[in-house]
């Protein structure tokens, strides 16, 4: 049998309950997976595999996905909503809030990262047709233009998943180099992680969130 269709299957029986406590009858607003790149997958009640093969049906073209990396569904539970996520034995894993994971859950505004690809979830209800920006749309935000050149590139390659090490081989800089952009660039943002910088980037330029938890 087929690896994807295998762990879909095995997903199914093990959270199909989970999924579908509601009624026929109710109107369910799904969860919007969203990146920089502008890359945004709606996540519905039925599962379904993220990953690099053409037959994925969320698919992200990056070397450090799988091409069957995981999968994902919306769960109901009274109004709550959330995102279960099942690694499906990825090489580079799948990690929610920066820990790595196998099953997880994801609410509105956690970072999600399949490999180096993170994705932040927001709320279809609180989004409009503008809420959804790109790198490009983002470069008017009044911290980036406090940012070097060299400080805009390190942001960059820190919002597609690259560790500073990888960042100091790719733009041919030393690791302390590297350091002390990152620690600028937290600090003209005014976080401290990479989870709350991805939060930070996808608000909107006068500081609110797009998707408010």
């Known amino acids: 049998m087929n690896v994807v269709y295998r762990h879909a299957r095995r997903f199914r029986d093990v959270h199909q309950d989970a999924f579908f406590k509601m009624t026929t009858n109710e109107q369910v607003s799904p969860l919007i997976l969203i990146n920089h790149r502008g890359m945004r997958f709606v996540v519905t009640p ?28 919306l769960e109901i539970q009274s109004t709550k909503r959330r995102v279960m996520i099942e690694d499906l034995g990825s090489l580079n894993g799948t990690f929610i809030l920066d820990s790595r994971v196998t099953i997880g859950h994801a609410g509105v505004g956690d970072t999600v990262r399949f490999g180096n690809i993170p994705f ?12 959804t920006m790109s790198a490009q749309d983002n470069l008017s935000r009044p911290e980036i233009k406090l940012l070097s050149p060299a400080q805009q590139r390190v942001l960059y390659e820190l919002l597609e998943g690259s560790s500073e090490k990888d960042v100091a081989a790719k733009l041919n800089l030393s690791p302390h180099t ?36």
């Open 46 to 73: 039925e599962h379904k595999v993220l990953g690099r093969a053409p037959t994925a049906d969320f698919i992200v073209d990056c070397t450090s996905v799988s091409r069957a990396h995981a999968k994902i569904g």
């Open 120 to 131: 932040i979830v927001h709320d279809a209800n609180a989004m409009d047709d503008e809420s």
């Open 178 to 213: 590297i350091h002390n952009h990152v620690r600028e660039i937290y600090s003209r943002f005014s976080v401290h992680s990479r989870a709350e910088l991805m939060a930070k980037y996808f608000s909107d330029k006068d500081g609110n969130d797009v998707a408010p938890i």
